[in-house]
């Protein structure tokens, strides 16, 4: 079965029903957790950015309390999947400020932690890898935006 545009798909949401729609978005929400979790924020965070950074950095700062550092490839795995989750969050929310404040917030934490772990090559390069999305998120914003989030990449 070959998929349809995005286009075809909301021609076609346009002709149906309130009732209908409701019963797609209850559908779609049962296949996967992700679109379940989509649904969540468009329902029901959205609205409130401040609030839901400040519950993704606290799952964030929940993840990087759970590192265990015996083994810095655990550390390593543990980093790729944090940031597999801020990418995820950074994703249903499609903002660049949102992008800018998780990014420099999982930054920061990685700069907190042991030296001894830091000097890790691939740590290094997951660190150097997301400050170059910082910069190209800060880019997009508006001007007073970017002159804060600059100065904020600076003492990183």
């Given at each position: 079965m070959k998929a349809a545009t995005v286009n075809e798909i909301k021609q076609e949401l346009s002709h149906l029903s309130k009732e209908k729609l409701v019963a797609l978005?209850?559908?779609?929400?049962?296949f996967k957790k992700e679109n379940k979790e989509l649904l969540t924020f468009l329902l029901?965070?959205?609205?409130d950015m401040e609030a839901y950074i400040k519950s993704v950095k606290q799952e964030i700062d929940g993840q990087f309390d759970a590192i265990n550092t015996g083994s810095v490839y655990?550390?390593?795995?543990?980093?790729?999947?944090?940031?597999?989750i801020a990418n995820k969050?950074?994703?249903?929310?499609?903002?660049?400020?949102?992008?800018?404040e998780?990014?420099?917030?999982?930054?920061?934490?990685?700069?907190?932690?042991?030296?001894?772990i830091k000097a890790n090559t691939v740590i290094v390069n997951i660190y150097q890898n997301q400050l170059k999305k910082?910069?190209?998120?800060?880019?997009?914003?508006?001007?007073?935006?970017q002159y804060e989030y600059l100065k904020e990449l600076e003492m990183l």
């Open positions: 978005c209850q559908r779609l929400a049962r029901f965070e959205a609205d655990f550390v390593k795995k543990s980093l790729r999947k944090i940031l597999r969050y950074i994703r249903y929310s499609g903002s660049s400020t949102v992008e800018t998780l990014l420099l917030y999982f930054c920061s934490l990685i700069k907190s932690m042991d030296a001894s910082i910069k190209a998120a800060i880019a997009g914003l508006h001007e007073d935006l």
